[in-house]
């Protein structure tokens, strides 16, 4: 899932939200979320599915890689 770390980022300071926020809204914590974002850790299905519910976006948008 290369990149997906750096869109999971943009993605929700684009929505205006705090990693904190968005770490309480999928029930997970700081630590997590930022371990994610870095790329020191794969998000799941179950994850990635919470992330787009909250950031309301497509698993498309989030999983496609740029050319």
């Known amino acids: 899932m ?3 770390n750096k ?3 943009a993605f929700r300071k684009l929505k205006g939200l705090t990693q904190q926020d968005l770490a309480d809204e999928i029930g997970v ?3 997590v979320l930022g371990s994610v974002e870095r790329g020191n ?3 799941d ?3 990635l599915e919470k992330i787009c519910l909250a950031l309301q976006i497509d698993m498309d948008e989030l ?3 740029e050319v």
Do not use: H, M, T
């Open 2 to 4: 290369k990149g997906i």
């Open 7 to 9: 869109r999971i980022r």
């Open 29 to 31: 914590s700081v630590a």
């Open 41 to 43: 850790r794969d998000p």
């Open 45 to 47: 299905l179950i994850l």
């Open 63 to 65: 999983l496609k890689e």
